[in-house]
């Protein structure tokens, strides 16, 4: 789904890709047709970049430079990135991430086999100190970051909270581990991705993030026994108050898309906005 030219899709589990919506360059208003043509082609060659100012009719173009188009990292100013979080069980081609959130070290959520797939030079992953200790080498140079509750964090124009996630009354997940959930600040959107978690009084703070012109979107796990079950998970969307709620953590390892159906169902009683995402 689309929200503010942001795409955010479902990976199965709780795995999403969170990037700027690629718009074809013949599909842009003013942009020739010969021009979207050399583009297609010159984003194919290696080396070539991208070009973000315009430059005077009479200076040409080098043999390196792409014609900027929307579409590409920057739009319209703003630096977008290709964000994943928590990749698991995913296809092999998707498209490359900038950067990649991990929110705990169990294996549906710091998979290495799927990190492998998406990862490129430079790539950026932000992670918890026990993820640490399973990234291998990859073949390619990439960055790594660990991150505990309570730290803000800045990706391009990206901004990101890390956030508490943990159990109550499970011993799955314990406080103590400092494991996370995510809040990403994009322009005019937040999305929350709670992480593996329970019902915790920290999600209540998430209200005062909203703004007069911003959406909050909050993913949240409804399968039960390792997370929240679905009752639980509606909850923890009545404290949140978000525009727009996702379910997520069911489909594999636990939950069914029934946990996510009676979720909606549950959300539909209380006015809460709930959308199922489609697997990608």
């Known amino acids: 789904m689309i929200i503010d030219d942001i795409e955010i899709k479902w990976l199965g589990h709780s795995g999403f890709l969170i990037a700027p919506k690629s718009v074809p360059p013949h599909c842009v208003p003013g942009i020739p047709k010969k021009m979207a043509r050399e583009y297609r082609l010159a984003k194919k060659a290696p080396g070539t970049r991208p070009v973000a100012q315009a430059r005077p009719a009479t200076q040409a173009r080098t043999s390196n430079e792409v014609p900027f188009m929307k579409g590409d990292v920057n739009i319209e100013g703003k630096n977008l990135t290709t964000i994943y979080i928590d990749p698991y069980n995913i296809h092999d081609d998707?498209?490359?991430?900038?950067l990649i959130l991990l929110t705990h070290s169990h294996y549906d959520h710091c998979s290495v086999a799927d990190i492998k797939k998406i990862i490129k030079e430079g790539t950026r992953i932000f992670l918890t100190a026990d993820c640490q200790s399973k990234i291998v080498r990859f073949n390619v140079p990439i960055k790594l970051e660990v991150v505990e509750p309570g730290q803000e964090l800045?990706?391009?124009s990206t901004k990101i909270s890390v956030l508490p996630a943990y159990n109550v009354d499970k011993p799955f997940h314990p406080k103590d581990e400092l494991?996370?959930?995510y809040?990403?600040?994009i322009n005019n959107l937040l999305i929350y991705h709670a992480g593996d978690t329970d019902v915790i009084p920290e999600m209540q703070k998430l209200t005062g993030y909203k703004q007069h012109g911003k959406k909050l979107v909050a993913l949240l796990p409804v399968g039960g026994r390792f997370t929240m079950s679905a009752e639980e998970a509606v909850e923890a969307a009545k404290l949140i108050k978000p525009d727009l709620v996702i379910p997520m953590h069911y489909g594999s390892v636990v939950g069914t898309e029934d946990d996510a159906k009676e979720f909606k169902e549950l959300c539909k009683e209380e006015n809460i906005n709930c959308k199922i995402l489609e697997k990608n």
């Not at 998707?94 to 900038?98: N, W, Y």
């Open 94 to 98: 998707l498209e490359k991430a900038d």
């Open 154 to 156: 800045v990706f391009g």
């Open 179 to 181: 494991w996370v959930g």
């Open 183 to 185: 809040l990403l600040k």
